[in-house]
């Protein structure tokens, strides 16, 4: 199954094994990541590393 996911940030997707980072509608880098994410965590962020990553306005 493949999942399409679209974030700003970085924390997320370091858990992905493939990024693809675009720019005005054209693609910068196209990165495979083999290993060095922490997409294998088995324990969900906390509340409070959820609050601290959050966007705000």
Same mark, same amino acid.
């Given at each position: 199954m493949t999942v399409l996911l679209a974030t700003? @940030? /970085?924390a997320v997707a370091n858990r992905? =094994?493939?990024i693809v980072e675009l720019s005005d509608g054209e693609i910068l /880098? @196209?990165?495979v990541r083999s290993g060095g $994410? @922490?997409?294998d965590r088995t =324990?969900?962020?906390t509340e409070t590393e959820m609050e =601290? $990553? /959050?966007i705000r306005p």
């Open positions: 700003h @940030d /970085a992905c =094994e493939r /880098a @196209d990165t $994410s @922490d997409r =324990e969900w962020p =601290e $990553s /959050a």
